[in-house]
């Protein structure tokens, strides 16, 4: 009875009589026998509260009006808190999606790039006769290619692709990019890091290179000896600094004459440095602030040194 009251209720706001019939607007035509079917199903259709409150009345009948009473209200809150249970999934649902959705264009646009600066493998050379600048791009593919050079000369990590490797030019060592970042930490004095690819060349600067890597490095630094700690790919950069210090600038493992030879060179270079970065802030003018940091201030925000 309830729910037949209901859906009178529901057609008389609707616009129709009983008998289907269209009420107001001085129209006496009944409706199409679809949109009246259509109508009916929307109204005699009950949300959660509805029927909450329908069960509830007739579950509590027995105990008369006052028990009609309490059980319409009792099951109307019940289906009221699953309507809102219902929406809150819903609105859940839908902003986990969005977010799945925008992670998902994230990490596809990660993987574009990759791909993009992974495909990057052509060695450029510059020079006025384009034979000697393709003969020295051939060379140093091939120096990239040697079996001591296809891995770190820090840690060991794998060069697979041109791309993965870096060099550091004051050195003659081919690295993998955390070992270059950690480089950067030692100032252009001590090393500077080029890439391969990324970077072009200039015929002396890749002839001098070739003259060196990682099997001529490693007798000059470590003079037959293997440190008893080396950094290994996974270690943290903190740890590929310390070793890069030791072995790069205290020279650690070196000849003790290769130490002093190459620590005279580094403090040459240091001053050399100090000296351009002090004629610089003097150019600048008084009135403007100097840079701190000497020479490294002059350094550029990207890993190559160049």
């Known amino acids: 009875a309830a729910r037949l009251r209901l859906a009178a209720r529901r057609r008389s706001r609707a616009g129709f009589s009983p008998s289907g019939r269209a009420e107001g607007g001085g129209g006496s035509g009944a409706s199409a026998p679809g949109e009246w079917a259509h109508r009916e199903a929307d109204a005699t259709e009950m949300s959660a509260s509805e029927t909450g409150a329908f069960f509830g009345s007739v579950v509590m009948s027995p105990g008369g009006v006052p028990g009609v009473l309490v059980g319409g209200a009792l099951g109307f809150a019940a289906g009221m808190l699953v309507e809102t249970v219902g929406e809150v999934r819903a609105k859940v649902a839908t902003a986990y999606r969005a977010v799945l959705r925008s992670e998902e264009r994230a990490v596809a646009q990660q993987q574009h790039a990759r791909s993009t600066v ?3 493998e052509t060695i450029s050379v510059s020079s006025e006769d384009p034979a000697q600048a393709e003969a020295v ?3 140093m593919s091939d120096f990239l290619e040697r079996p001591a050079n296809r891995k770190c000369a820090d840690c060991a990590a794998r060069l697979l692709k041109r791309s993965d490797a870096w060099v550091s030019t004051s050195l003659g060592v081919v690295l993998c990019v955390e070992c270059a970042a950690a480089h950067r930490h030692l100032g252009p004095s001590v090393s500077r890091i080029r890439s391969p690819v990324f970077d072009r060349w200039d015929v002396p600067s890749a002839q001098r290179l070739l003259e060196q890597g990682n099997d001529v490095a490693g007798r000059t630094f470590y003079n037959g000896t293997t440190p008893a700690r080396m950094p290994r790919p996974d270690s943290p950069g903190a740890e590929r600094r310390a070793h890069a210090r030791e072995k790069y600038v205290r020279m650690r493992w070196a000849a003790p004459e290769v130490r002093h ?18 004629a610089g802030r003097e150019k600048k003018g008084a009135g403007e602030q100097p840079p701190t940091g000497g020479a490294r201030a002059w350094r550029m925000a990207s890993l190559s040194s160049e």
């Open 261 to 278: 030879a190459r620590q005279a060179q580094m403090a040459s270079s240091r001053a050399a440095a100090e000296a351009r970065a002090s």
């Open 137 to 139: 791009a051939m060379q």
């Open 118 to 120: 992974g495909a990057i």
